[in-house]
């Protein structure tokens, strides 16, 4: 029982992890970003880069971000800068770039699957039960990841800024404030945590040139639900991540996978704001 908790709980934190990143670009520009599973999946290569050089795989996280983020800032200023005023062109826009990277991703390092040394190897004993230490590391990981974008939102101009144009673009605007500028540093900012999130779980499962897919499936759905919200977010983590454990253990690891997707329609259909308190 204390191992199916520590999965749920754990299972939310990834998910929150690997989401948060789409969460912001959709907040502020009001598109999904669907180059978000390609760099997922550049983050996943630079693990395996780094660890291959016997650098420490923490260290991967770092080069991820820089990678990320300086691709996010290419992709902002040159695709989908352009197209503020066109968001369905924008969103198919990043869905292109996304299968360019992966292409190249392809061409690099070919189909070929790979894997990379995690930082922090072994279990720890948990109310009797041996639990992965890694596992319980991401548990805390999200808990700062939420705890330092909060504050970052909250506590800085940046931030209030970023609300203000969450709120009411034109109104911001008119006060003011720069909302090129607030587009471009979030872009930035959710493109370096989307490729930091693809090094972080990288140790869990396999590398590939379409690694970023089915997470960003998942990130997709949750951040649906989750309107522009942080708490939303990780509310709905925990549910639908909850969900999908639960759903893999007793029933099938292949409905699993689906349950996301599917609860999160059904949510959508009975509540269209979601977790969203707006």
């Not at 939310?12 to 390609?38: Q, W």
């Not at 996280?61 to 197209?83: D, K, Q, T, W």
């Not at 189909?111 to 548990?139: K, N, Q």
């Not at 003011?176 to 990288?202: H, P, Y």
């Amino acid at each position: 029982m204390t191992s199916q908790i520590l999965d749920i709980v754990s299972t939310a934190a990834i998910l929150f992890i690997v989401s948060t990143g789409l969460l912001l670009v959709f907040g502020v520009m009001k598109i999904i970003n669907f180059a978000h599973g390609a760099l997922l999946t550049v983050g996943g290569y630079a693990g395996v880069i780094t660890t291959a050089l016997g650098y420490n795989p923490w260290v991967a996280v770092a080069i991820a971000a820089l990678f990320g983020g300086a691709l996010g800032l290419v992709i902002e200023r040159f695709f989908v800068r352009p197209l503020y005023s066109r968001p369905l062109d924008a969103i198919l826009a990043t869905w292109g770039l996304g299968i360019i990277i992966g292409q190249l991703i392809t061409l690099v390092f070919d189909r070929g699957v790979h894997f990379a040394e995690p930082p922090v190897t072994g279990v720890v004993s948990v109310l009797g039960e041996s639990y992965s230490i890694y596992r319980l590391i991401l548990i805390g990981v999200a808990i700062l990841l939420g705890g330092c974008l909060t504050l970052l939102m909250q506590g800085t101009r940046l931030g209030l800024s970023t609300r203000a144009v969450i709120m009411n673009e034109d109104l911001a605007r008119g006060l003011g404030i720069n909302s090129g500028l607030v587009r471009f540093l979030t872009f930035t900012l959710g493109s370096a945590l989307a490729a930091a999130a693809g090094a972080l779980i990288t140790p869990l499962a396999s590398v590939d040139p379409n690694m970023g897919v089915p997470w960003l499936m998942n990130a997709f759905m949750l951040v649906l639900v989750s309107g522009s919200a942080l708490g939303s977010l990780a509310a709905a983590s925990i549910v639908l991540g909850g969900a999908q454990v639960l759903v893999s253990s007793y029933v099938s690891p292949v409905l699993g996978g689906l349950t996301i997707a599917v609860l999160a329609a059904v949510i959508l259909r009975i509540r269209p704001e979601g977790f969203s308190r707006d």
